[in-house]
């Protein structure tokens, strides 16, 4: 087996690039990105990564597209290829049938853990990268087969004086306009928006207002509280067209029109089980959730460990008397710190500062 070449973490840096303005468009597959490279030239002879809605899959793309210019190429491809016949046939068949000499793999797939040793038998030069931007890219998916949950990412609009906002889009509505639509994207690129009771009450629709992305509006979910939720809310009761779930405690009551799932998981004293509400939306193939808290929800995240990652956007403006501290528990970077969360990069978008937290790199 030959050794991880800087042109192949080139290429691998460029699949993981290309695949993550798909995601949270691949229903409950992974968005993976496959390359196929022709490795004297160091051509790229095509493209693909995984379809709207999950099928078919990357490497079946790429194939097909090279058709017989596919044989003796390398693939690269951001995850494990899967081996066994599910709703499409197995991509190890096809690496195997179109001759390709050499596939580099940027992260190990616990479901399809064998296809490497299947790749090798065939005598397929096969290597594994645990290249760090395809496991970030798959974080999602490989959470949610190790752990029973998705990926959270949390985002957090808080003014000059550490306050949220009282009503508004998610408590976003302090910010300017570049904040709003980063904050759009990351919409974008969910499979579902999480928020409590509380904030669902202060009226946001949690959509996509991004030029030609309101389709990419991801399930819209409300965290119910003690006293349920019901269709007086315009997030339940509106029409929308978009599709929207309500989380809730065994014995709590729902009043919500047949198009509103309802989600009941175990809890205490009314209020669901947060890591019961996680595995809920695993189970229904949600593999990235943004979660855009309140106060109560944002120290009950933290506080079960159960945030990933986490956006704090300051906006310039002080809200005094008229917010809500954003945590009563103390400054917000001594909570992020004890929930081992450590700061990865910030930004400037027009006044507002984004400091983004996320669990330290492990060595590899």
Not at 77 to 105: F, N, S, Y
Not at 130 to 156: C, E, I, M, Q
Not at 170 to 190: E, F, N, P, T, V
Not at 331 to 349: F, K, S, W, Y
Request: one cysteine or more.
């Amino acid at each position: 087996m030959s050794e991880l070449t800087p042109e192949d973490r080139r290429w691998l840096d460029a699949a993981a690039r290309y695949a993550a303005p798909f995601t949270g468009t691949t229903a409950d597959n992974p968005a993976v990105a496959a390359l196929l490279v022709e490795p004297i030239s160091q051509t790229l002879v095509s493209r693909a990564v995984t379809a709207k809605g999950g099928r078919p899959h990357a490497e079946s793309q790429v194939i097909e597209t090279a058709g017989f210019e596919a044989a003796g190429c390398t693939l690269y491809v951001t995850l494990e290829p899967c081996h066994h016949w599910d709703r499409t046939p197995p991509c190890v068949d096809a690496i195997i049938r179109a001759g390709i000499m050499r596939v580099v793999i940027g992260a190990a797939d616990p479901q399809h853990v064998g296809s490497m040793a299947l790749l090798e038998s065939a005598g397929v030069e096969t290597i594994l990268a645990d290249h760090a931007p395809s496991l970030a890219l798959h974080a999602g998916h490989l959470l949610r087969h190790a752990k029973g949950r998705p990926f959270v990412n949390t985002v957090l609009a808080v003014s000059a004086d550490g306050k949220l906002d009282r009503s508004g889009e998610a408590q976003a509505s302090i910010l300017g306009a570049g904040a709003r639509d980063w904050i759009g994207m990351q919409r974008a690129r969910s499979d579902a928006i999480l928020v409590g009771a509380a904030t669902a009450r202060t009226d946001p629709d949690l959509t996509v207002k991004l030029p030609g992305l309101a389709t990419r509006t991801p399930l819209r979910v409300v965290l119910s509280g003690a006293t349920g939720v019901d269709r007086r809310m315009n997030l339940i009761g509106g029409f929308s067209g978009h599709r929207t779930a309500i989380i809730a405690e065994t014995g709590v009551a729902v009043d919500a029109p047949v198009s509103v799932e309802t989600m009941r998981v175990n809890g205490l004293s009314g209020r669901p089980d947060l890591k019961a509400a996680l595995a809920a939306l695993s189970g229904k193939g949600i593999q990235n959730v943004l979660v855009e808290p309140g106060q109560r929800l944002l120290a009950a995240m933290l506080d079960a460990d159960l945030v990933d990652a986490i956006t704090i956007i300051t906006a310039p403006s002080r809200l005094g008397d008229e917010g809500l501290v954003a945590s009563p528990d103390g400054p917000l970077t001594d909570l992020l710190a004890a929930a081992g969360l450590v700061e990865i990069d910030q930004q400037r978008l027009g006044d507002d500062v984004l400091v983004r937290y996320g669990r330290p790199a492990k060595p590899v």
